[in-house]
């Protein structure tokens, strides 16, 4: 009797603890920064907020896919981005790719959408060169290469 007495204390007790993990976190957002988030990424569950170099970075977690939403101080929307699979990027972005890169080492593929529009971000390992990030918008454009250092 004791043991089972123990048990449903400690399920209740554990039941408790994981309830109060929930969404009702104080992220300390602005309500501008707030508003934008549950207008555009409806049922979002905030992860994380930093607030870093001027910036706000709301990490959340929306249609099953963990995303980072950068925000300025004053909470104008920068940019969301978020991982890709490969298999995910549409032919014609990956035709583009390897036009420009044929035997391109692909690191990294983000999908970034931004006030100006959307685009993948692809990070390029090069071989005896430094890597690269390519910028490729949804109908297969190259927008733009930056170089970058590990």
Avoid at 39 to 55: H, K, P, Q, S, T
Wanted: aromatic share 12%.
């Amino acid at each position: 009797m004791k043991r089972i007495l123990f048990m449903a204390l400690l399920l209740t007790c554990s039941a408790a603890l994981f309830a109060s993990c929930g969404t009702t976190k104080d992220w300390h957002l602005s309500e501008q920064c707030s508003k934008f988030l549950n207008e555009r990424y409806a049922n979002a569950r905030i992860l994380e907020v930093d607030y870093n170099d001027g910036m706000v970075e709301v990490e959340i977690r929306h249609d099953k896919k963990d995303k980072e939403v950068l925000f300025t101080n004053s909470c104008e929307w920068i940019s969301t981005s978020w991982d890709v699979a490969r298999r995910n990027v549409p032919a014609v972005v990956m035709k583009a790719l390897q036009k420009k890169y044929p035997n391109a080492r692909i690191d990294d593929i983000d999908f970034v959408e931004m006030p100006r529009g959307s685009y993948y971000r692809f990070e390029i390992e090069r071989r005896g060169q430094q890597d690269e990030y390519v910028y490729v918008t949804p109908q297969g454009v190259i927008t733009e290469v930056r170089v970058y250092h590990k």
